[in-house]
């Protein structure tokens, strides 16, 4: 389970524990912060959605984030 402040990961590894392990999320452009995410079950990835419109996947071990582009591009 993944949740996020826009600049900060945050995974509970058990929701009956609710332990959290917080991240900081890097690779974004400068001045934005993720407005949402889910993770997509078919690729298995992390993806968020910038604040600027643009698309990232998020590396949840790292909080690395990777623009891959906007979001009005078909």
Avoid: K
């Avoid at 993944?2 to 001045?31: H, M």
């Avoid at 959605?49 to 790292?62: A, F, N, R, W």
């Amino acid at each position: 389970l993944y949740t996020t402040d826009g600049t900060t990961l945050s995974s509970f590894s058990s929701l009956e524990r609710l332990t959290a392990t917080n991240t900081a999320i890097t690779g974004l452009n400068a001045g934005t912060s993720i407005v949402a995410m889910d993770m997509n079950p078919n690729q298995g990835a992390l993806v968020a959605l910038g604040s600027d419109g643009q698309v990232y996947t998020v590396d949840p071990s790292t909080g690395a984030a990777t623009n891959l582009g906007n979001r009005d591009t078909a």
